[in-house]
């Protein structure tokens, strides 16, 4: 079990600082290890900390103006132009593929038709006999562990392994506008009755030392999409928790998520996950895009 080092109070006090939830904060925690209780008191013990020191500083802040309070957040993500074509519907390579909602603040869309559903079948059968135990990074060691907040199970696709995979990850990533090369390879992930992924970033923690290994090769993460590969009867949305926005899991249908802009900041808005499943199974492929080459 992990303790609260140097590294994680740093971690505390930025996300503190930031401006991130109480709730969003234990479950990173959780994820990465914590027991509740003691991701809980950590949490709770830095907002407390962050309440005393603004009491100190009550009297130098009280002329503060709100023009002066805002200029002193320069730090907020910025969101600059989205990647994603505009339109309601999208030239991706081979298909087309609808637009039904998208989001500002977190960038968000959601789409329909992405995979058709004889290819959705496709990539269950493909994986259904080679699937493993799903596994998570752990944020301080960077090692990847099985964790009870991620209980699904997974196979990971080379890029390019064969001309099916290739076709697919050519449309993803005429979708998305990222280049084919800055893709990791495709994700399949099957969630049984019960199964969830709690809360989490798709993107490494850059205050964390397990990060680096992660983000040597490829650099940071920019950007998800999520396909869905089968329709869930009940549960198993993706949820965004921060930005209060769950998306239905539909065959062939797709949210794309974008949390690294063109000045390298990370928007903690897309904090998500997966809720659990109340009936039948979930079936999804992720797509996670690079700034740079990877692999
Ligand atoms: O299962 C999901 O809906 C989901 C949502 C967001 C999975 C992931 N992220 C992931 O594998 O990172
Ligand atoms: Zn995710």
Avoid at 124 to 136: A, D, F, G, V, Y
Wanted: aromatic content about 8%; glycine content about 8%; charged content about 25%.
């Amino acid at each position: 079990m992990p303790v609260v080092d140097a590294a994680w109070q740093e971690w505390l006090v930025s996300n503190v600082a930031r401006g991130c939830s109480m709730d969003s904060m234990i479950d990173a925690m959780v994820q990465a290890g914590f027991a509740d209780e003691a991701a809980r008191a950590a949490v709770h013990d830095a907002f407390g900390r962050k309440a005393a020191n603004a009491a100190k500083t009550a009297n130098a802040a009280a002329g503060a103006s709100e023009a002066v309070l805002t200029k002193a957040a320069p730090h907020a993500y910025q969101y600059d132009q989205s990647p994603v074509a505009r339109g309601n519907v999208i030239r991706a390579h081979d298909r087309d593929v609808r637009v039904l909602m998208r989001c500002e603040r977190p960038e968000l869309i959601v789409f329909a038709d992405v995979l058709s559903p004889d290819e959705c079948g496709e990539m269950i059968e493909r994986s259904r006999h080679r699937l493993k135990r799903s596994t998570i990074v752990d944020p301080a060691t960077g090692r990847e562990d099985v964790i009870r907040n991620r209980t699904s199970e997974g196979i990971w696709y080379q890029r390019g392994e064969d001309a099916f995979i290739e076709r697919i990850e050519r449309r993803i990533s005429s979708l998305m506008n990222w280049p084919v090369e800055n893709g990791e390879g495709l994700q399949i992930l099957r969630y049984g009755a019960t199964g969830e992924y709690r809360p989490h970033f798709d993107y490494f923690p850059p205050d964390q030392p397990g990060s680096a290994v992660h983000t040597a090769q490829g650099g940071q993460r920019v950007a998800t999409l999520v396909i869905y590969l089968n329709d869930v009867p009940d549960g198993g949305e993706t949820i965004f928790p921060e930005a209060r926005i769950s998306v239905a899991a539909k065959q062939g249908g797709a949210v794309y998520f974008r949390y690294m802009n063109g000045s390298r900041q990370l928007d903690p808005l897309t904090l998500h996950g997966g809720a659990p499943v109340l009936s039948g199974e979930k079936w999804i492929m992720t797509k996670w895009m690079r700034e740079r080459a990877y692999g």
